[in-house]
């Protein structure tokens, strides 16, 4: 009775009693074993047991193992006590609640080889977040997946999963983030993801889906992203898809979608990317797009679109990127696109867009790249895109245009490529080309150019690709080309080059390709040629060559082709020629060389 009386008297000290008797009984206090951990660890140790890869894996999930409690005894009776780790609270990957109950379980990367058959997923009732992704699961997801009650986060993604996506998946209705993407998941998209209404992000992109996007995802009203790109997705895009307004990101691009762009995606305010393109869609670009003010990268490349560029993309004023190219649009390039200060990558190529550059995309002094290439653009190239100060890439090739080049284009100091060919440009080619020092792929061919090669072309040193073919050029290679050694592939046949073919030419480490071929070179070849050992094609058809061919040209190995055809070469091919084990095609004829055949016939089978 003394003692009760104390205990109600001083329930505090008698509470403080317990609290050490505990303490002193465990090694790990704040997560004791409940039942329901045991029944989880049993679980894991189970899953983990049938992965095939233990020893790759086993660095990050060694502490995956079940150690009892050591008694008091034991642990007087020996040196080191082992730690006890009843609860899986502790292991690598896992987390708990505060009853001990796992609620997180993340392994991704752990390269672990598996499947989801052997885990239990009624063992974990207070599961919140499963990120396996980025490791070698297979097989199918099983539909057991909708067990996982409390789920709020689900990756998957970046492993061998294939089969169906289980339409119990759709039961998880606390589900916020659901990562399927690079997997191969093949069959449809299961209506019943439309009853995830708490999804944020949903990705299923690069994998092997099928069928029609379900009208029943414009349920989702609470999504932001929205990823089903790199599929075999077909049919129509629902215009139901308009009804999720909080949508950041819409990706529906590779795959092949049919049909035209719902209007109703206009009314996307929120949208910051929207990607349509490698699809199947046709019909026109709808003029509602120029309501999503919110758009930083807008790509419908690669359709079947028709129509012209609407006007209202010009009020897209926060777009970076705007990718129409490889379509069927027509009519000319509005001038509105000018406004679009902050955009850096503008592709409208390979399209039927006629009609000028217009001046304002002087402007957009924030490109990189300006691909209006493989259109039916005419009239002369604008002064004003020499303002263009940060652009990387220009291609205008393979349209109608006329005049000469810009002088303002020696200001784009930045600028690594610069394709003109296939135009009517003709004049001189600006001298001060050369001052582009960044320049590394200079197209100029098939036009009407005259006069001479520019004097410093190789100025700053990174010259690879260098084009000038079927032109009006005179006049002698010059010393920049001479010494430009990081050439890697030149075309300047088709002209009217002239001076002394030994003379011109330097030692070109880097040398793939060169085609002298239709010019007014004169002289003998020279032996640098053998010296460029990465030569693959060699053509000085059609000059007036003289002398025999050197034997040194038997050291550039990897020569398949060679054409010194309509020449006048002397003498007979050099027994170095057995060395071009690589040679495909060997053009001699038109000159004066002796025992051509019965030569040619020991060195190419």
Not at 24 to 29: A, G, I, K, V
Request: net charge neutral.
């Amino acid at each position: 009775m003394r003692s009760l009386a104390f205990e109600k008297v001083c329930p505090l000290v008698y509470c403080l009693f317990l609290y050490v008797h505990l303490l002193s009984s465990q090694n790990y206090f704040p997560h004791f074993a409940s039942a329901s951990s045991t029944t989880e660890v049993e679980a894991l140790l189970k899953w983990k047991a049938r992965f095939l890869n233990q020893t790759s894996h086993n660095n990050q999930l060694k502490d995956w193992i079940y150690l009892p409690k050591t008694s008091n005894t034991n642990a007087t009776n020996s040196s080191s006590n082992p730690k006890v780790n009843e609860s899986p609270c502790i292991w690598a990957g896992i987390s708990c609640n505060a009853a001990g109950s796992v609620t997180n379980i993340t392994i991704a990367s752990f390269g672990i080889q598996g499947t989801l058959h052997e885990f239990s997923f009624l063992s974990f009732p207070n599961l919140e977040y499963l990120d396996i992704s980025v490791n070698n699961f297979f097989d199918v997801i099983p539909p057991q997946i909708s067990s996982l009650s409390k789920l709020l986060h689900l990756d998957l993604s970046n492993n061998q999963f294939s089969g169906r996506i289980p339409p119990e998946i759709g039961l998880l209705r606390n589900l916020t983030f659901l990562y399927l993407h690079k997997n191969n998941l093949s069959d449809v998209i299961p209506p019943s993801l439309g009853n995830l209404k708490s999804l944020v992000n949903l990705s299923m992109s690069y994998n092997l889906l099928n069928g029609s996007i379900p009208a029943s995802l414009s349920d989702l009203i609470n999504i932001n992203r929205l990823y089903l790109g790199q599929n075999n997705l077909y049919g129509n895009i629902p215009k139901e898809l308009g009804n999720l307004k909080s949508l950041v990101d819409l990706e529906l691009s590779t795959n092949q979608l049919s049909g035209l762009i719902p209007t109703t995606l206009g009314d996307l305010t929120n949208l910051t990317t929207l990607y349509l393109h490698t699809n199947d869609l046709s019909g026109t670009i709808p003029k509602e797009l120029g309501n999503l003010k919110s758009l930083v990268d807008l790509e419908l490349s690669t359709n079947q679109l028709s129509g012209s560029i609407p006007k209202t993309l010009g009020d897209l004023t926060n777009l970076t990127t705007l990718y129409l190219h490889s379509n069927n649009l027509s009519g000319t390039i509005p001038k509105e696109l000018g406004n679009l200060k902050s955009l850096v990558d503008l592709g409208l190529s390979t399209n039927q867009l006629s009609g000028s550059i217009p001046k304002t995309l002087g402007d957009l002094t924030n490109l990189t790249t300006l691909y209006l290439n493989s259109n039916n653009l005419s009239g002369t190239i604008p002064k004003e895109l020499g303002n263009l100060k940060s652009l990387v890439s220009l291609m205008l090739s393979t349209n109608q245009f006329s005049g000469s080049i810009p002088t303002t284009f020696a200001d784009l100091q930045s600028l690594e490529v610069l394709f003109l060919r296939d135009n009517q440009l003709s004049g001189s080619i600006p001298q001060n080309i050369g001052n582009i020092q960044k320049l590394t792929k200079l197209h100029l061919g098939i036009n009407q150019f005259s006069g001479y090669l520019p004097q410093n072309i190789c100025r700053g040193g990174s010259l690879t690709n260098f084009s000038a073919e079927s032109n009006n050029l005179i006049g002698p290679i010059l010393e920049s080309l001479k010494t430009c050694t990081s050439l890697i592939r030149v075309h300047l046949e088709g002209n009217q080059l002239t001076g002394n073919i030994s003379e011109h030419f330097g030692v070109y480490p880097n040398l793939n390709f060169i085609d002298l071929s239709r010019n007014k070179f004169y002289g003998e070849l020279s032996q640098n040629w053998g010296l460029c050992p990465n030569l693959a094609t060699l053509r000085i058809a059609g000059n007036n060559l003289t002398g025999s061919i050197p034997p040194e040209i038997g050291e550039a190995t990897q020569i398949h082709e060679l054409d010194l055809s309509s020449n006048r070469l002397v003498g007979t091919i050099p027994k170095e020629f057995g060395r071009l084990t690589s040679m495909v095609k060997l053009i001699l004829d038109g000159n004066q060389l002796s025992a051509l055949w019965v030569t040619l016939s020991s060195y190419i089978t």
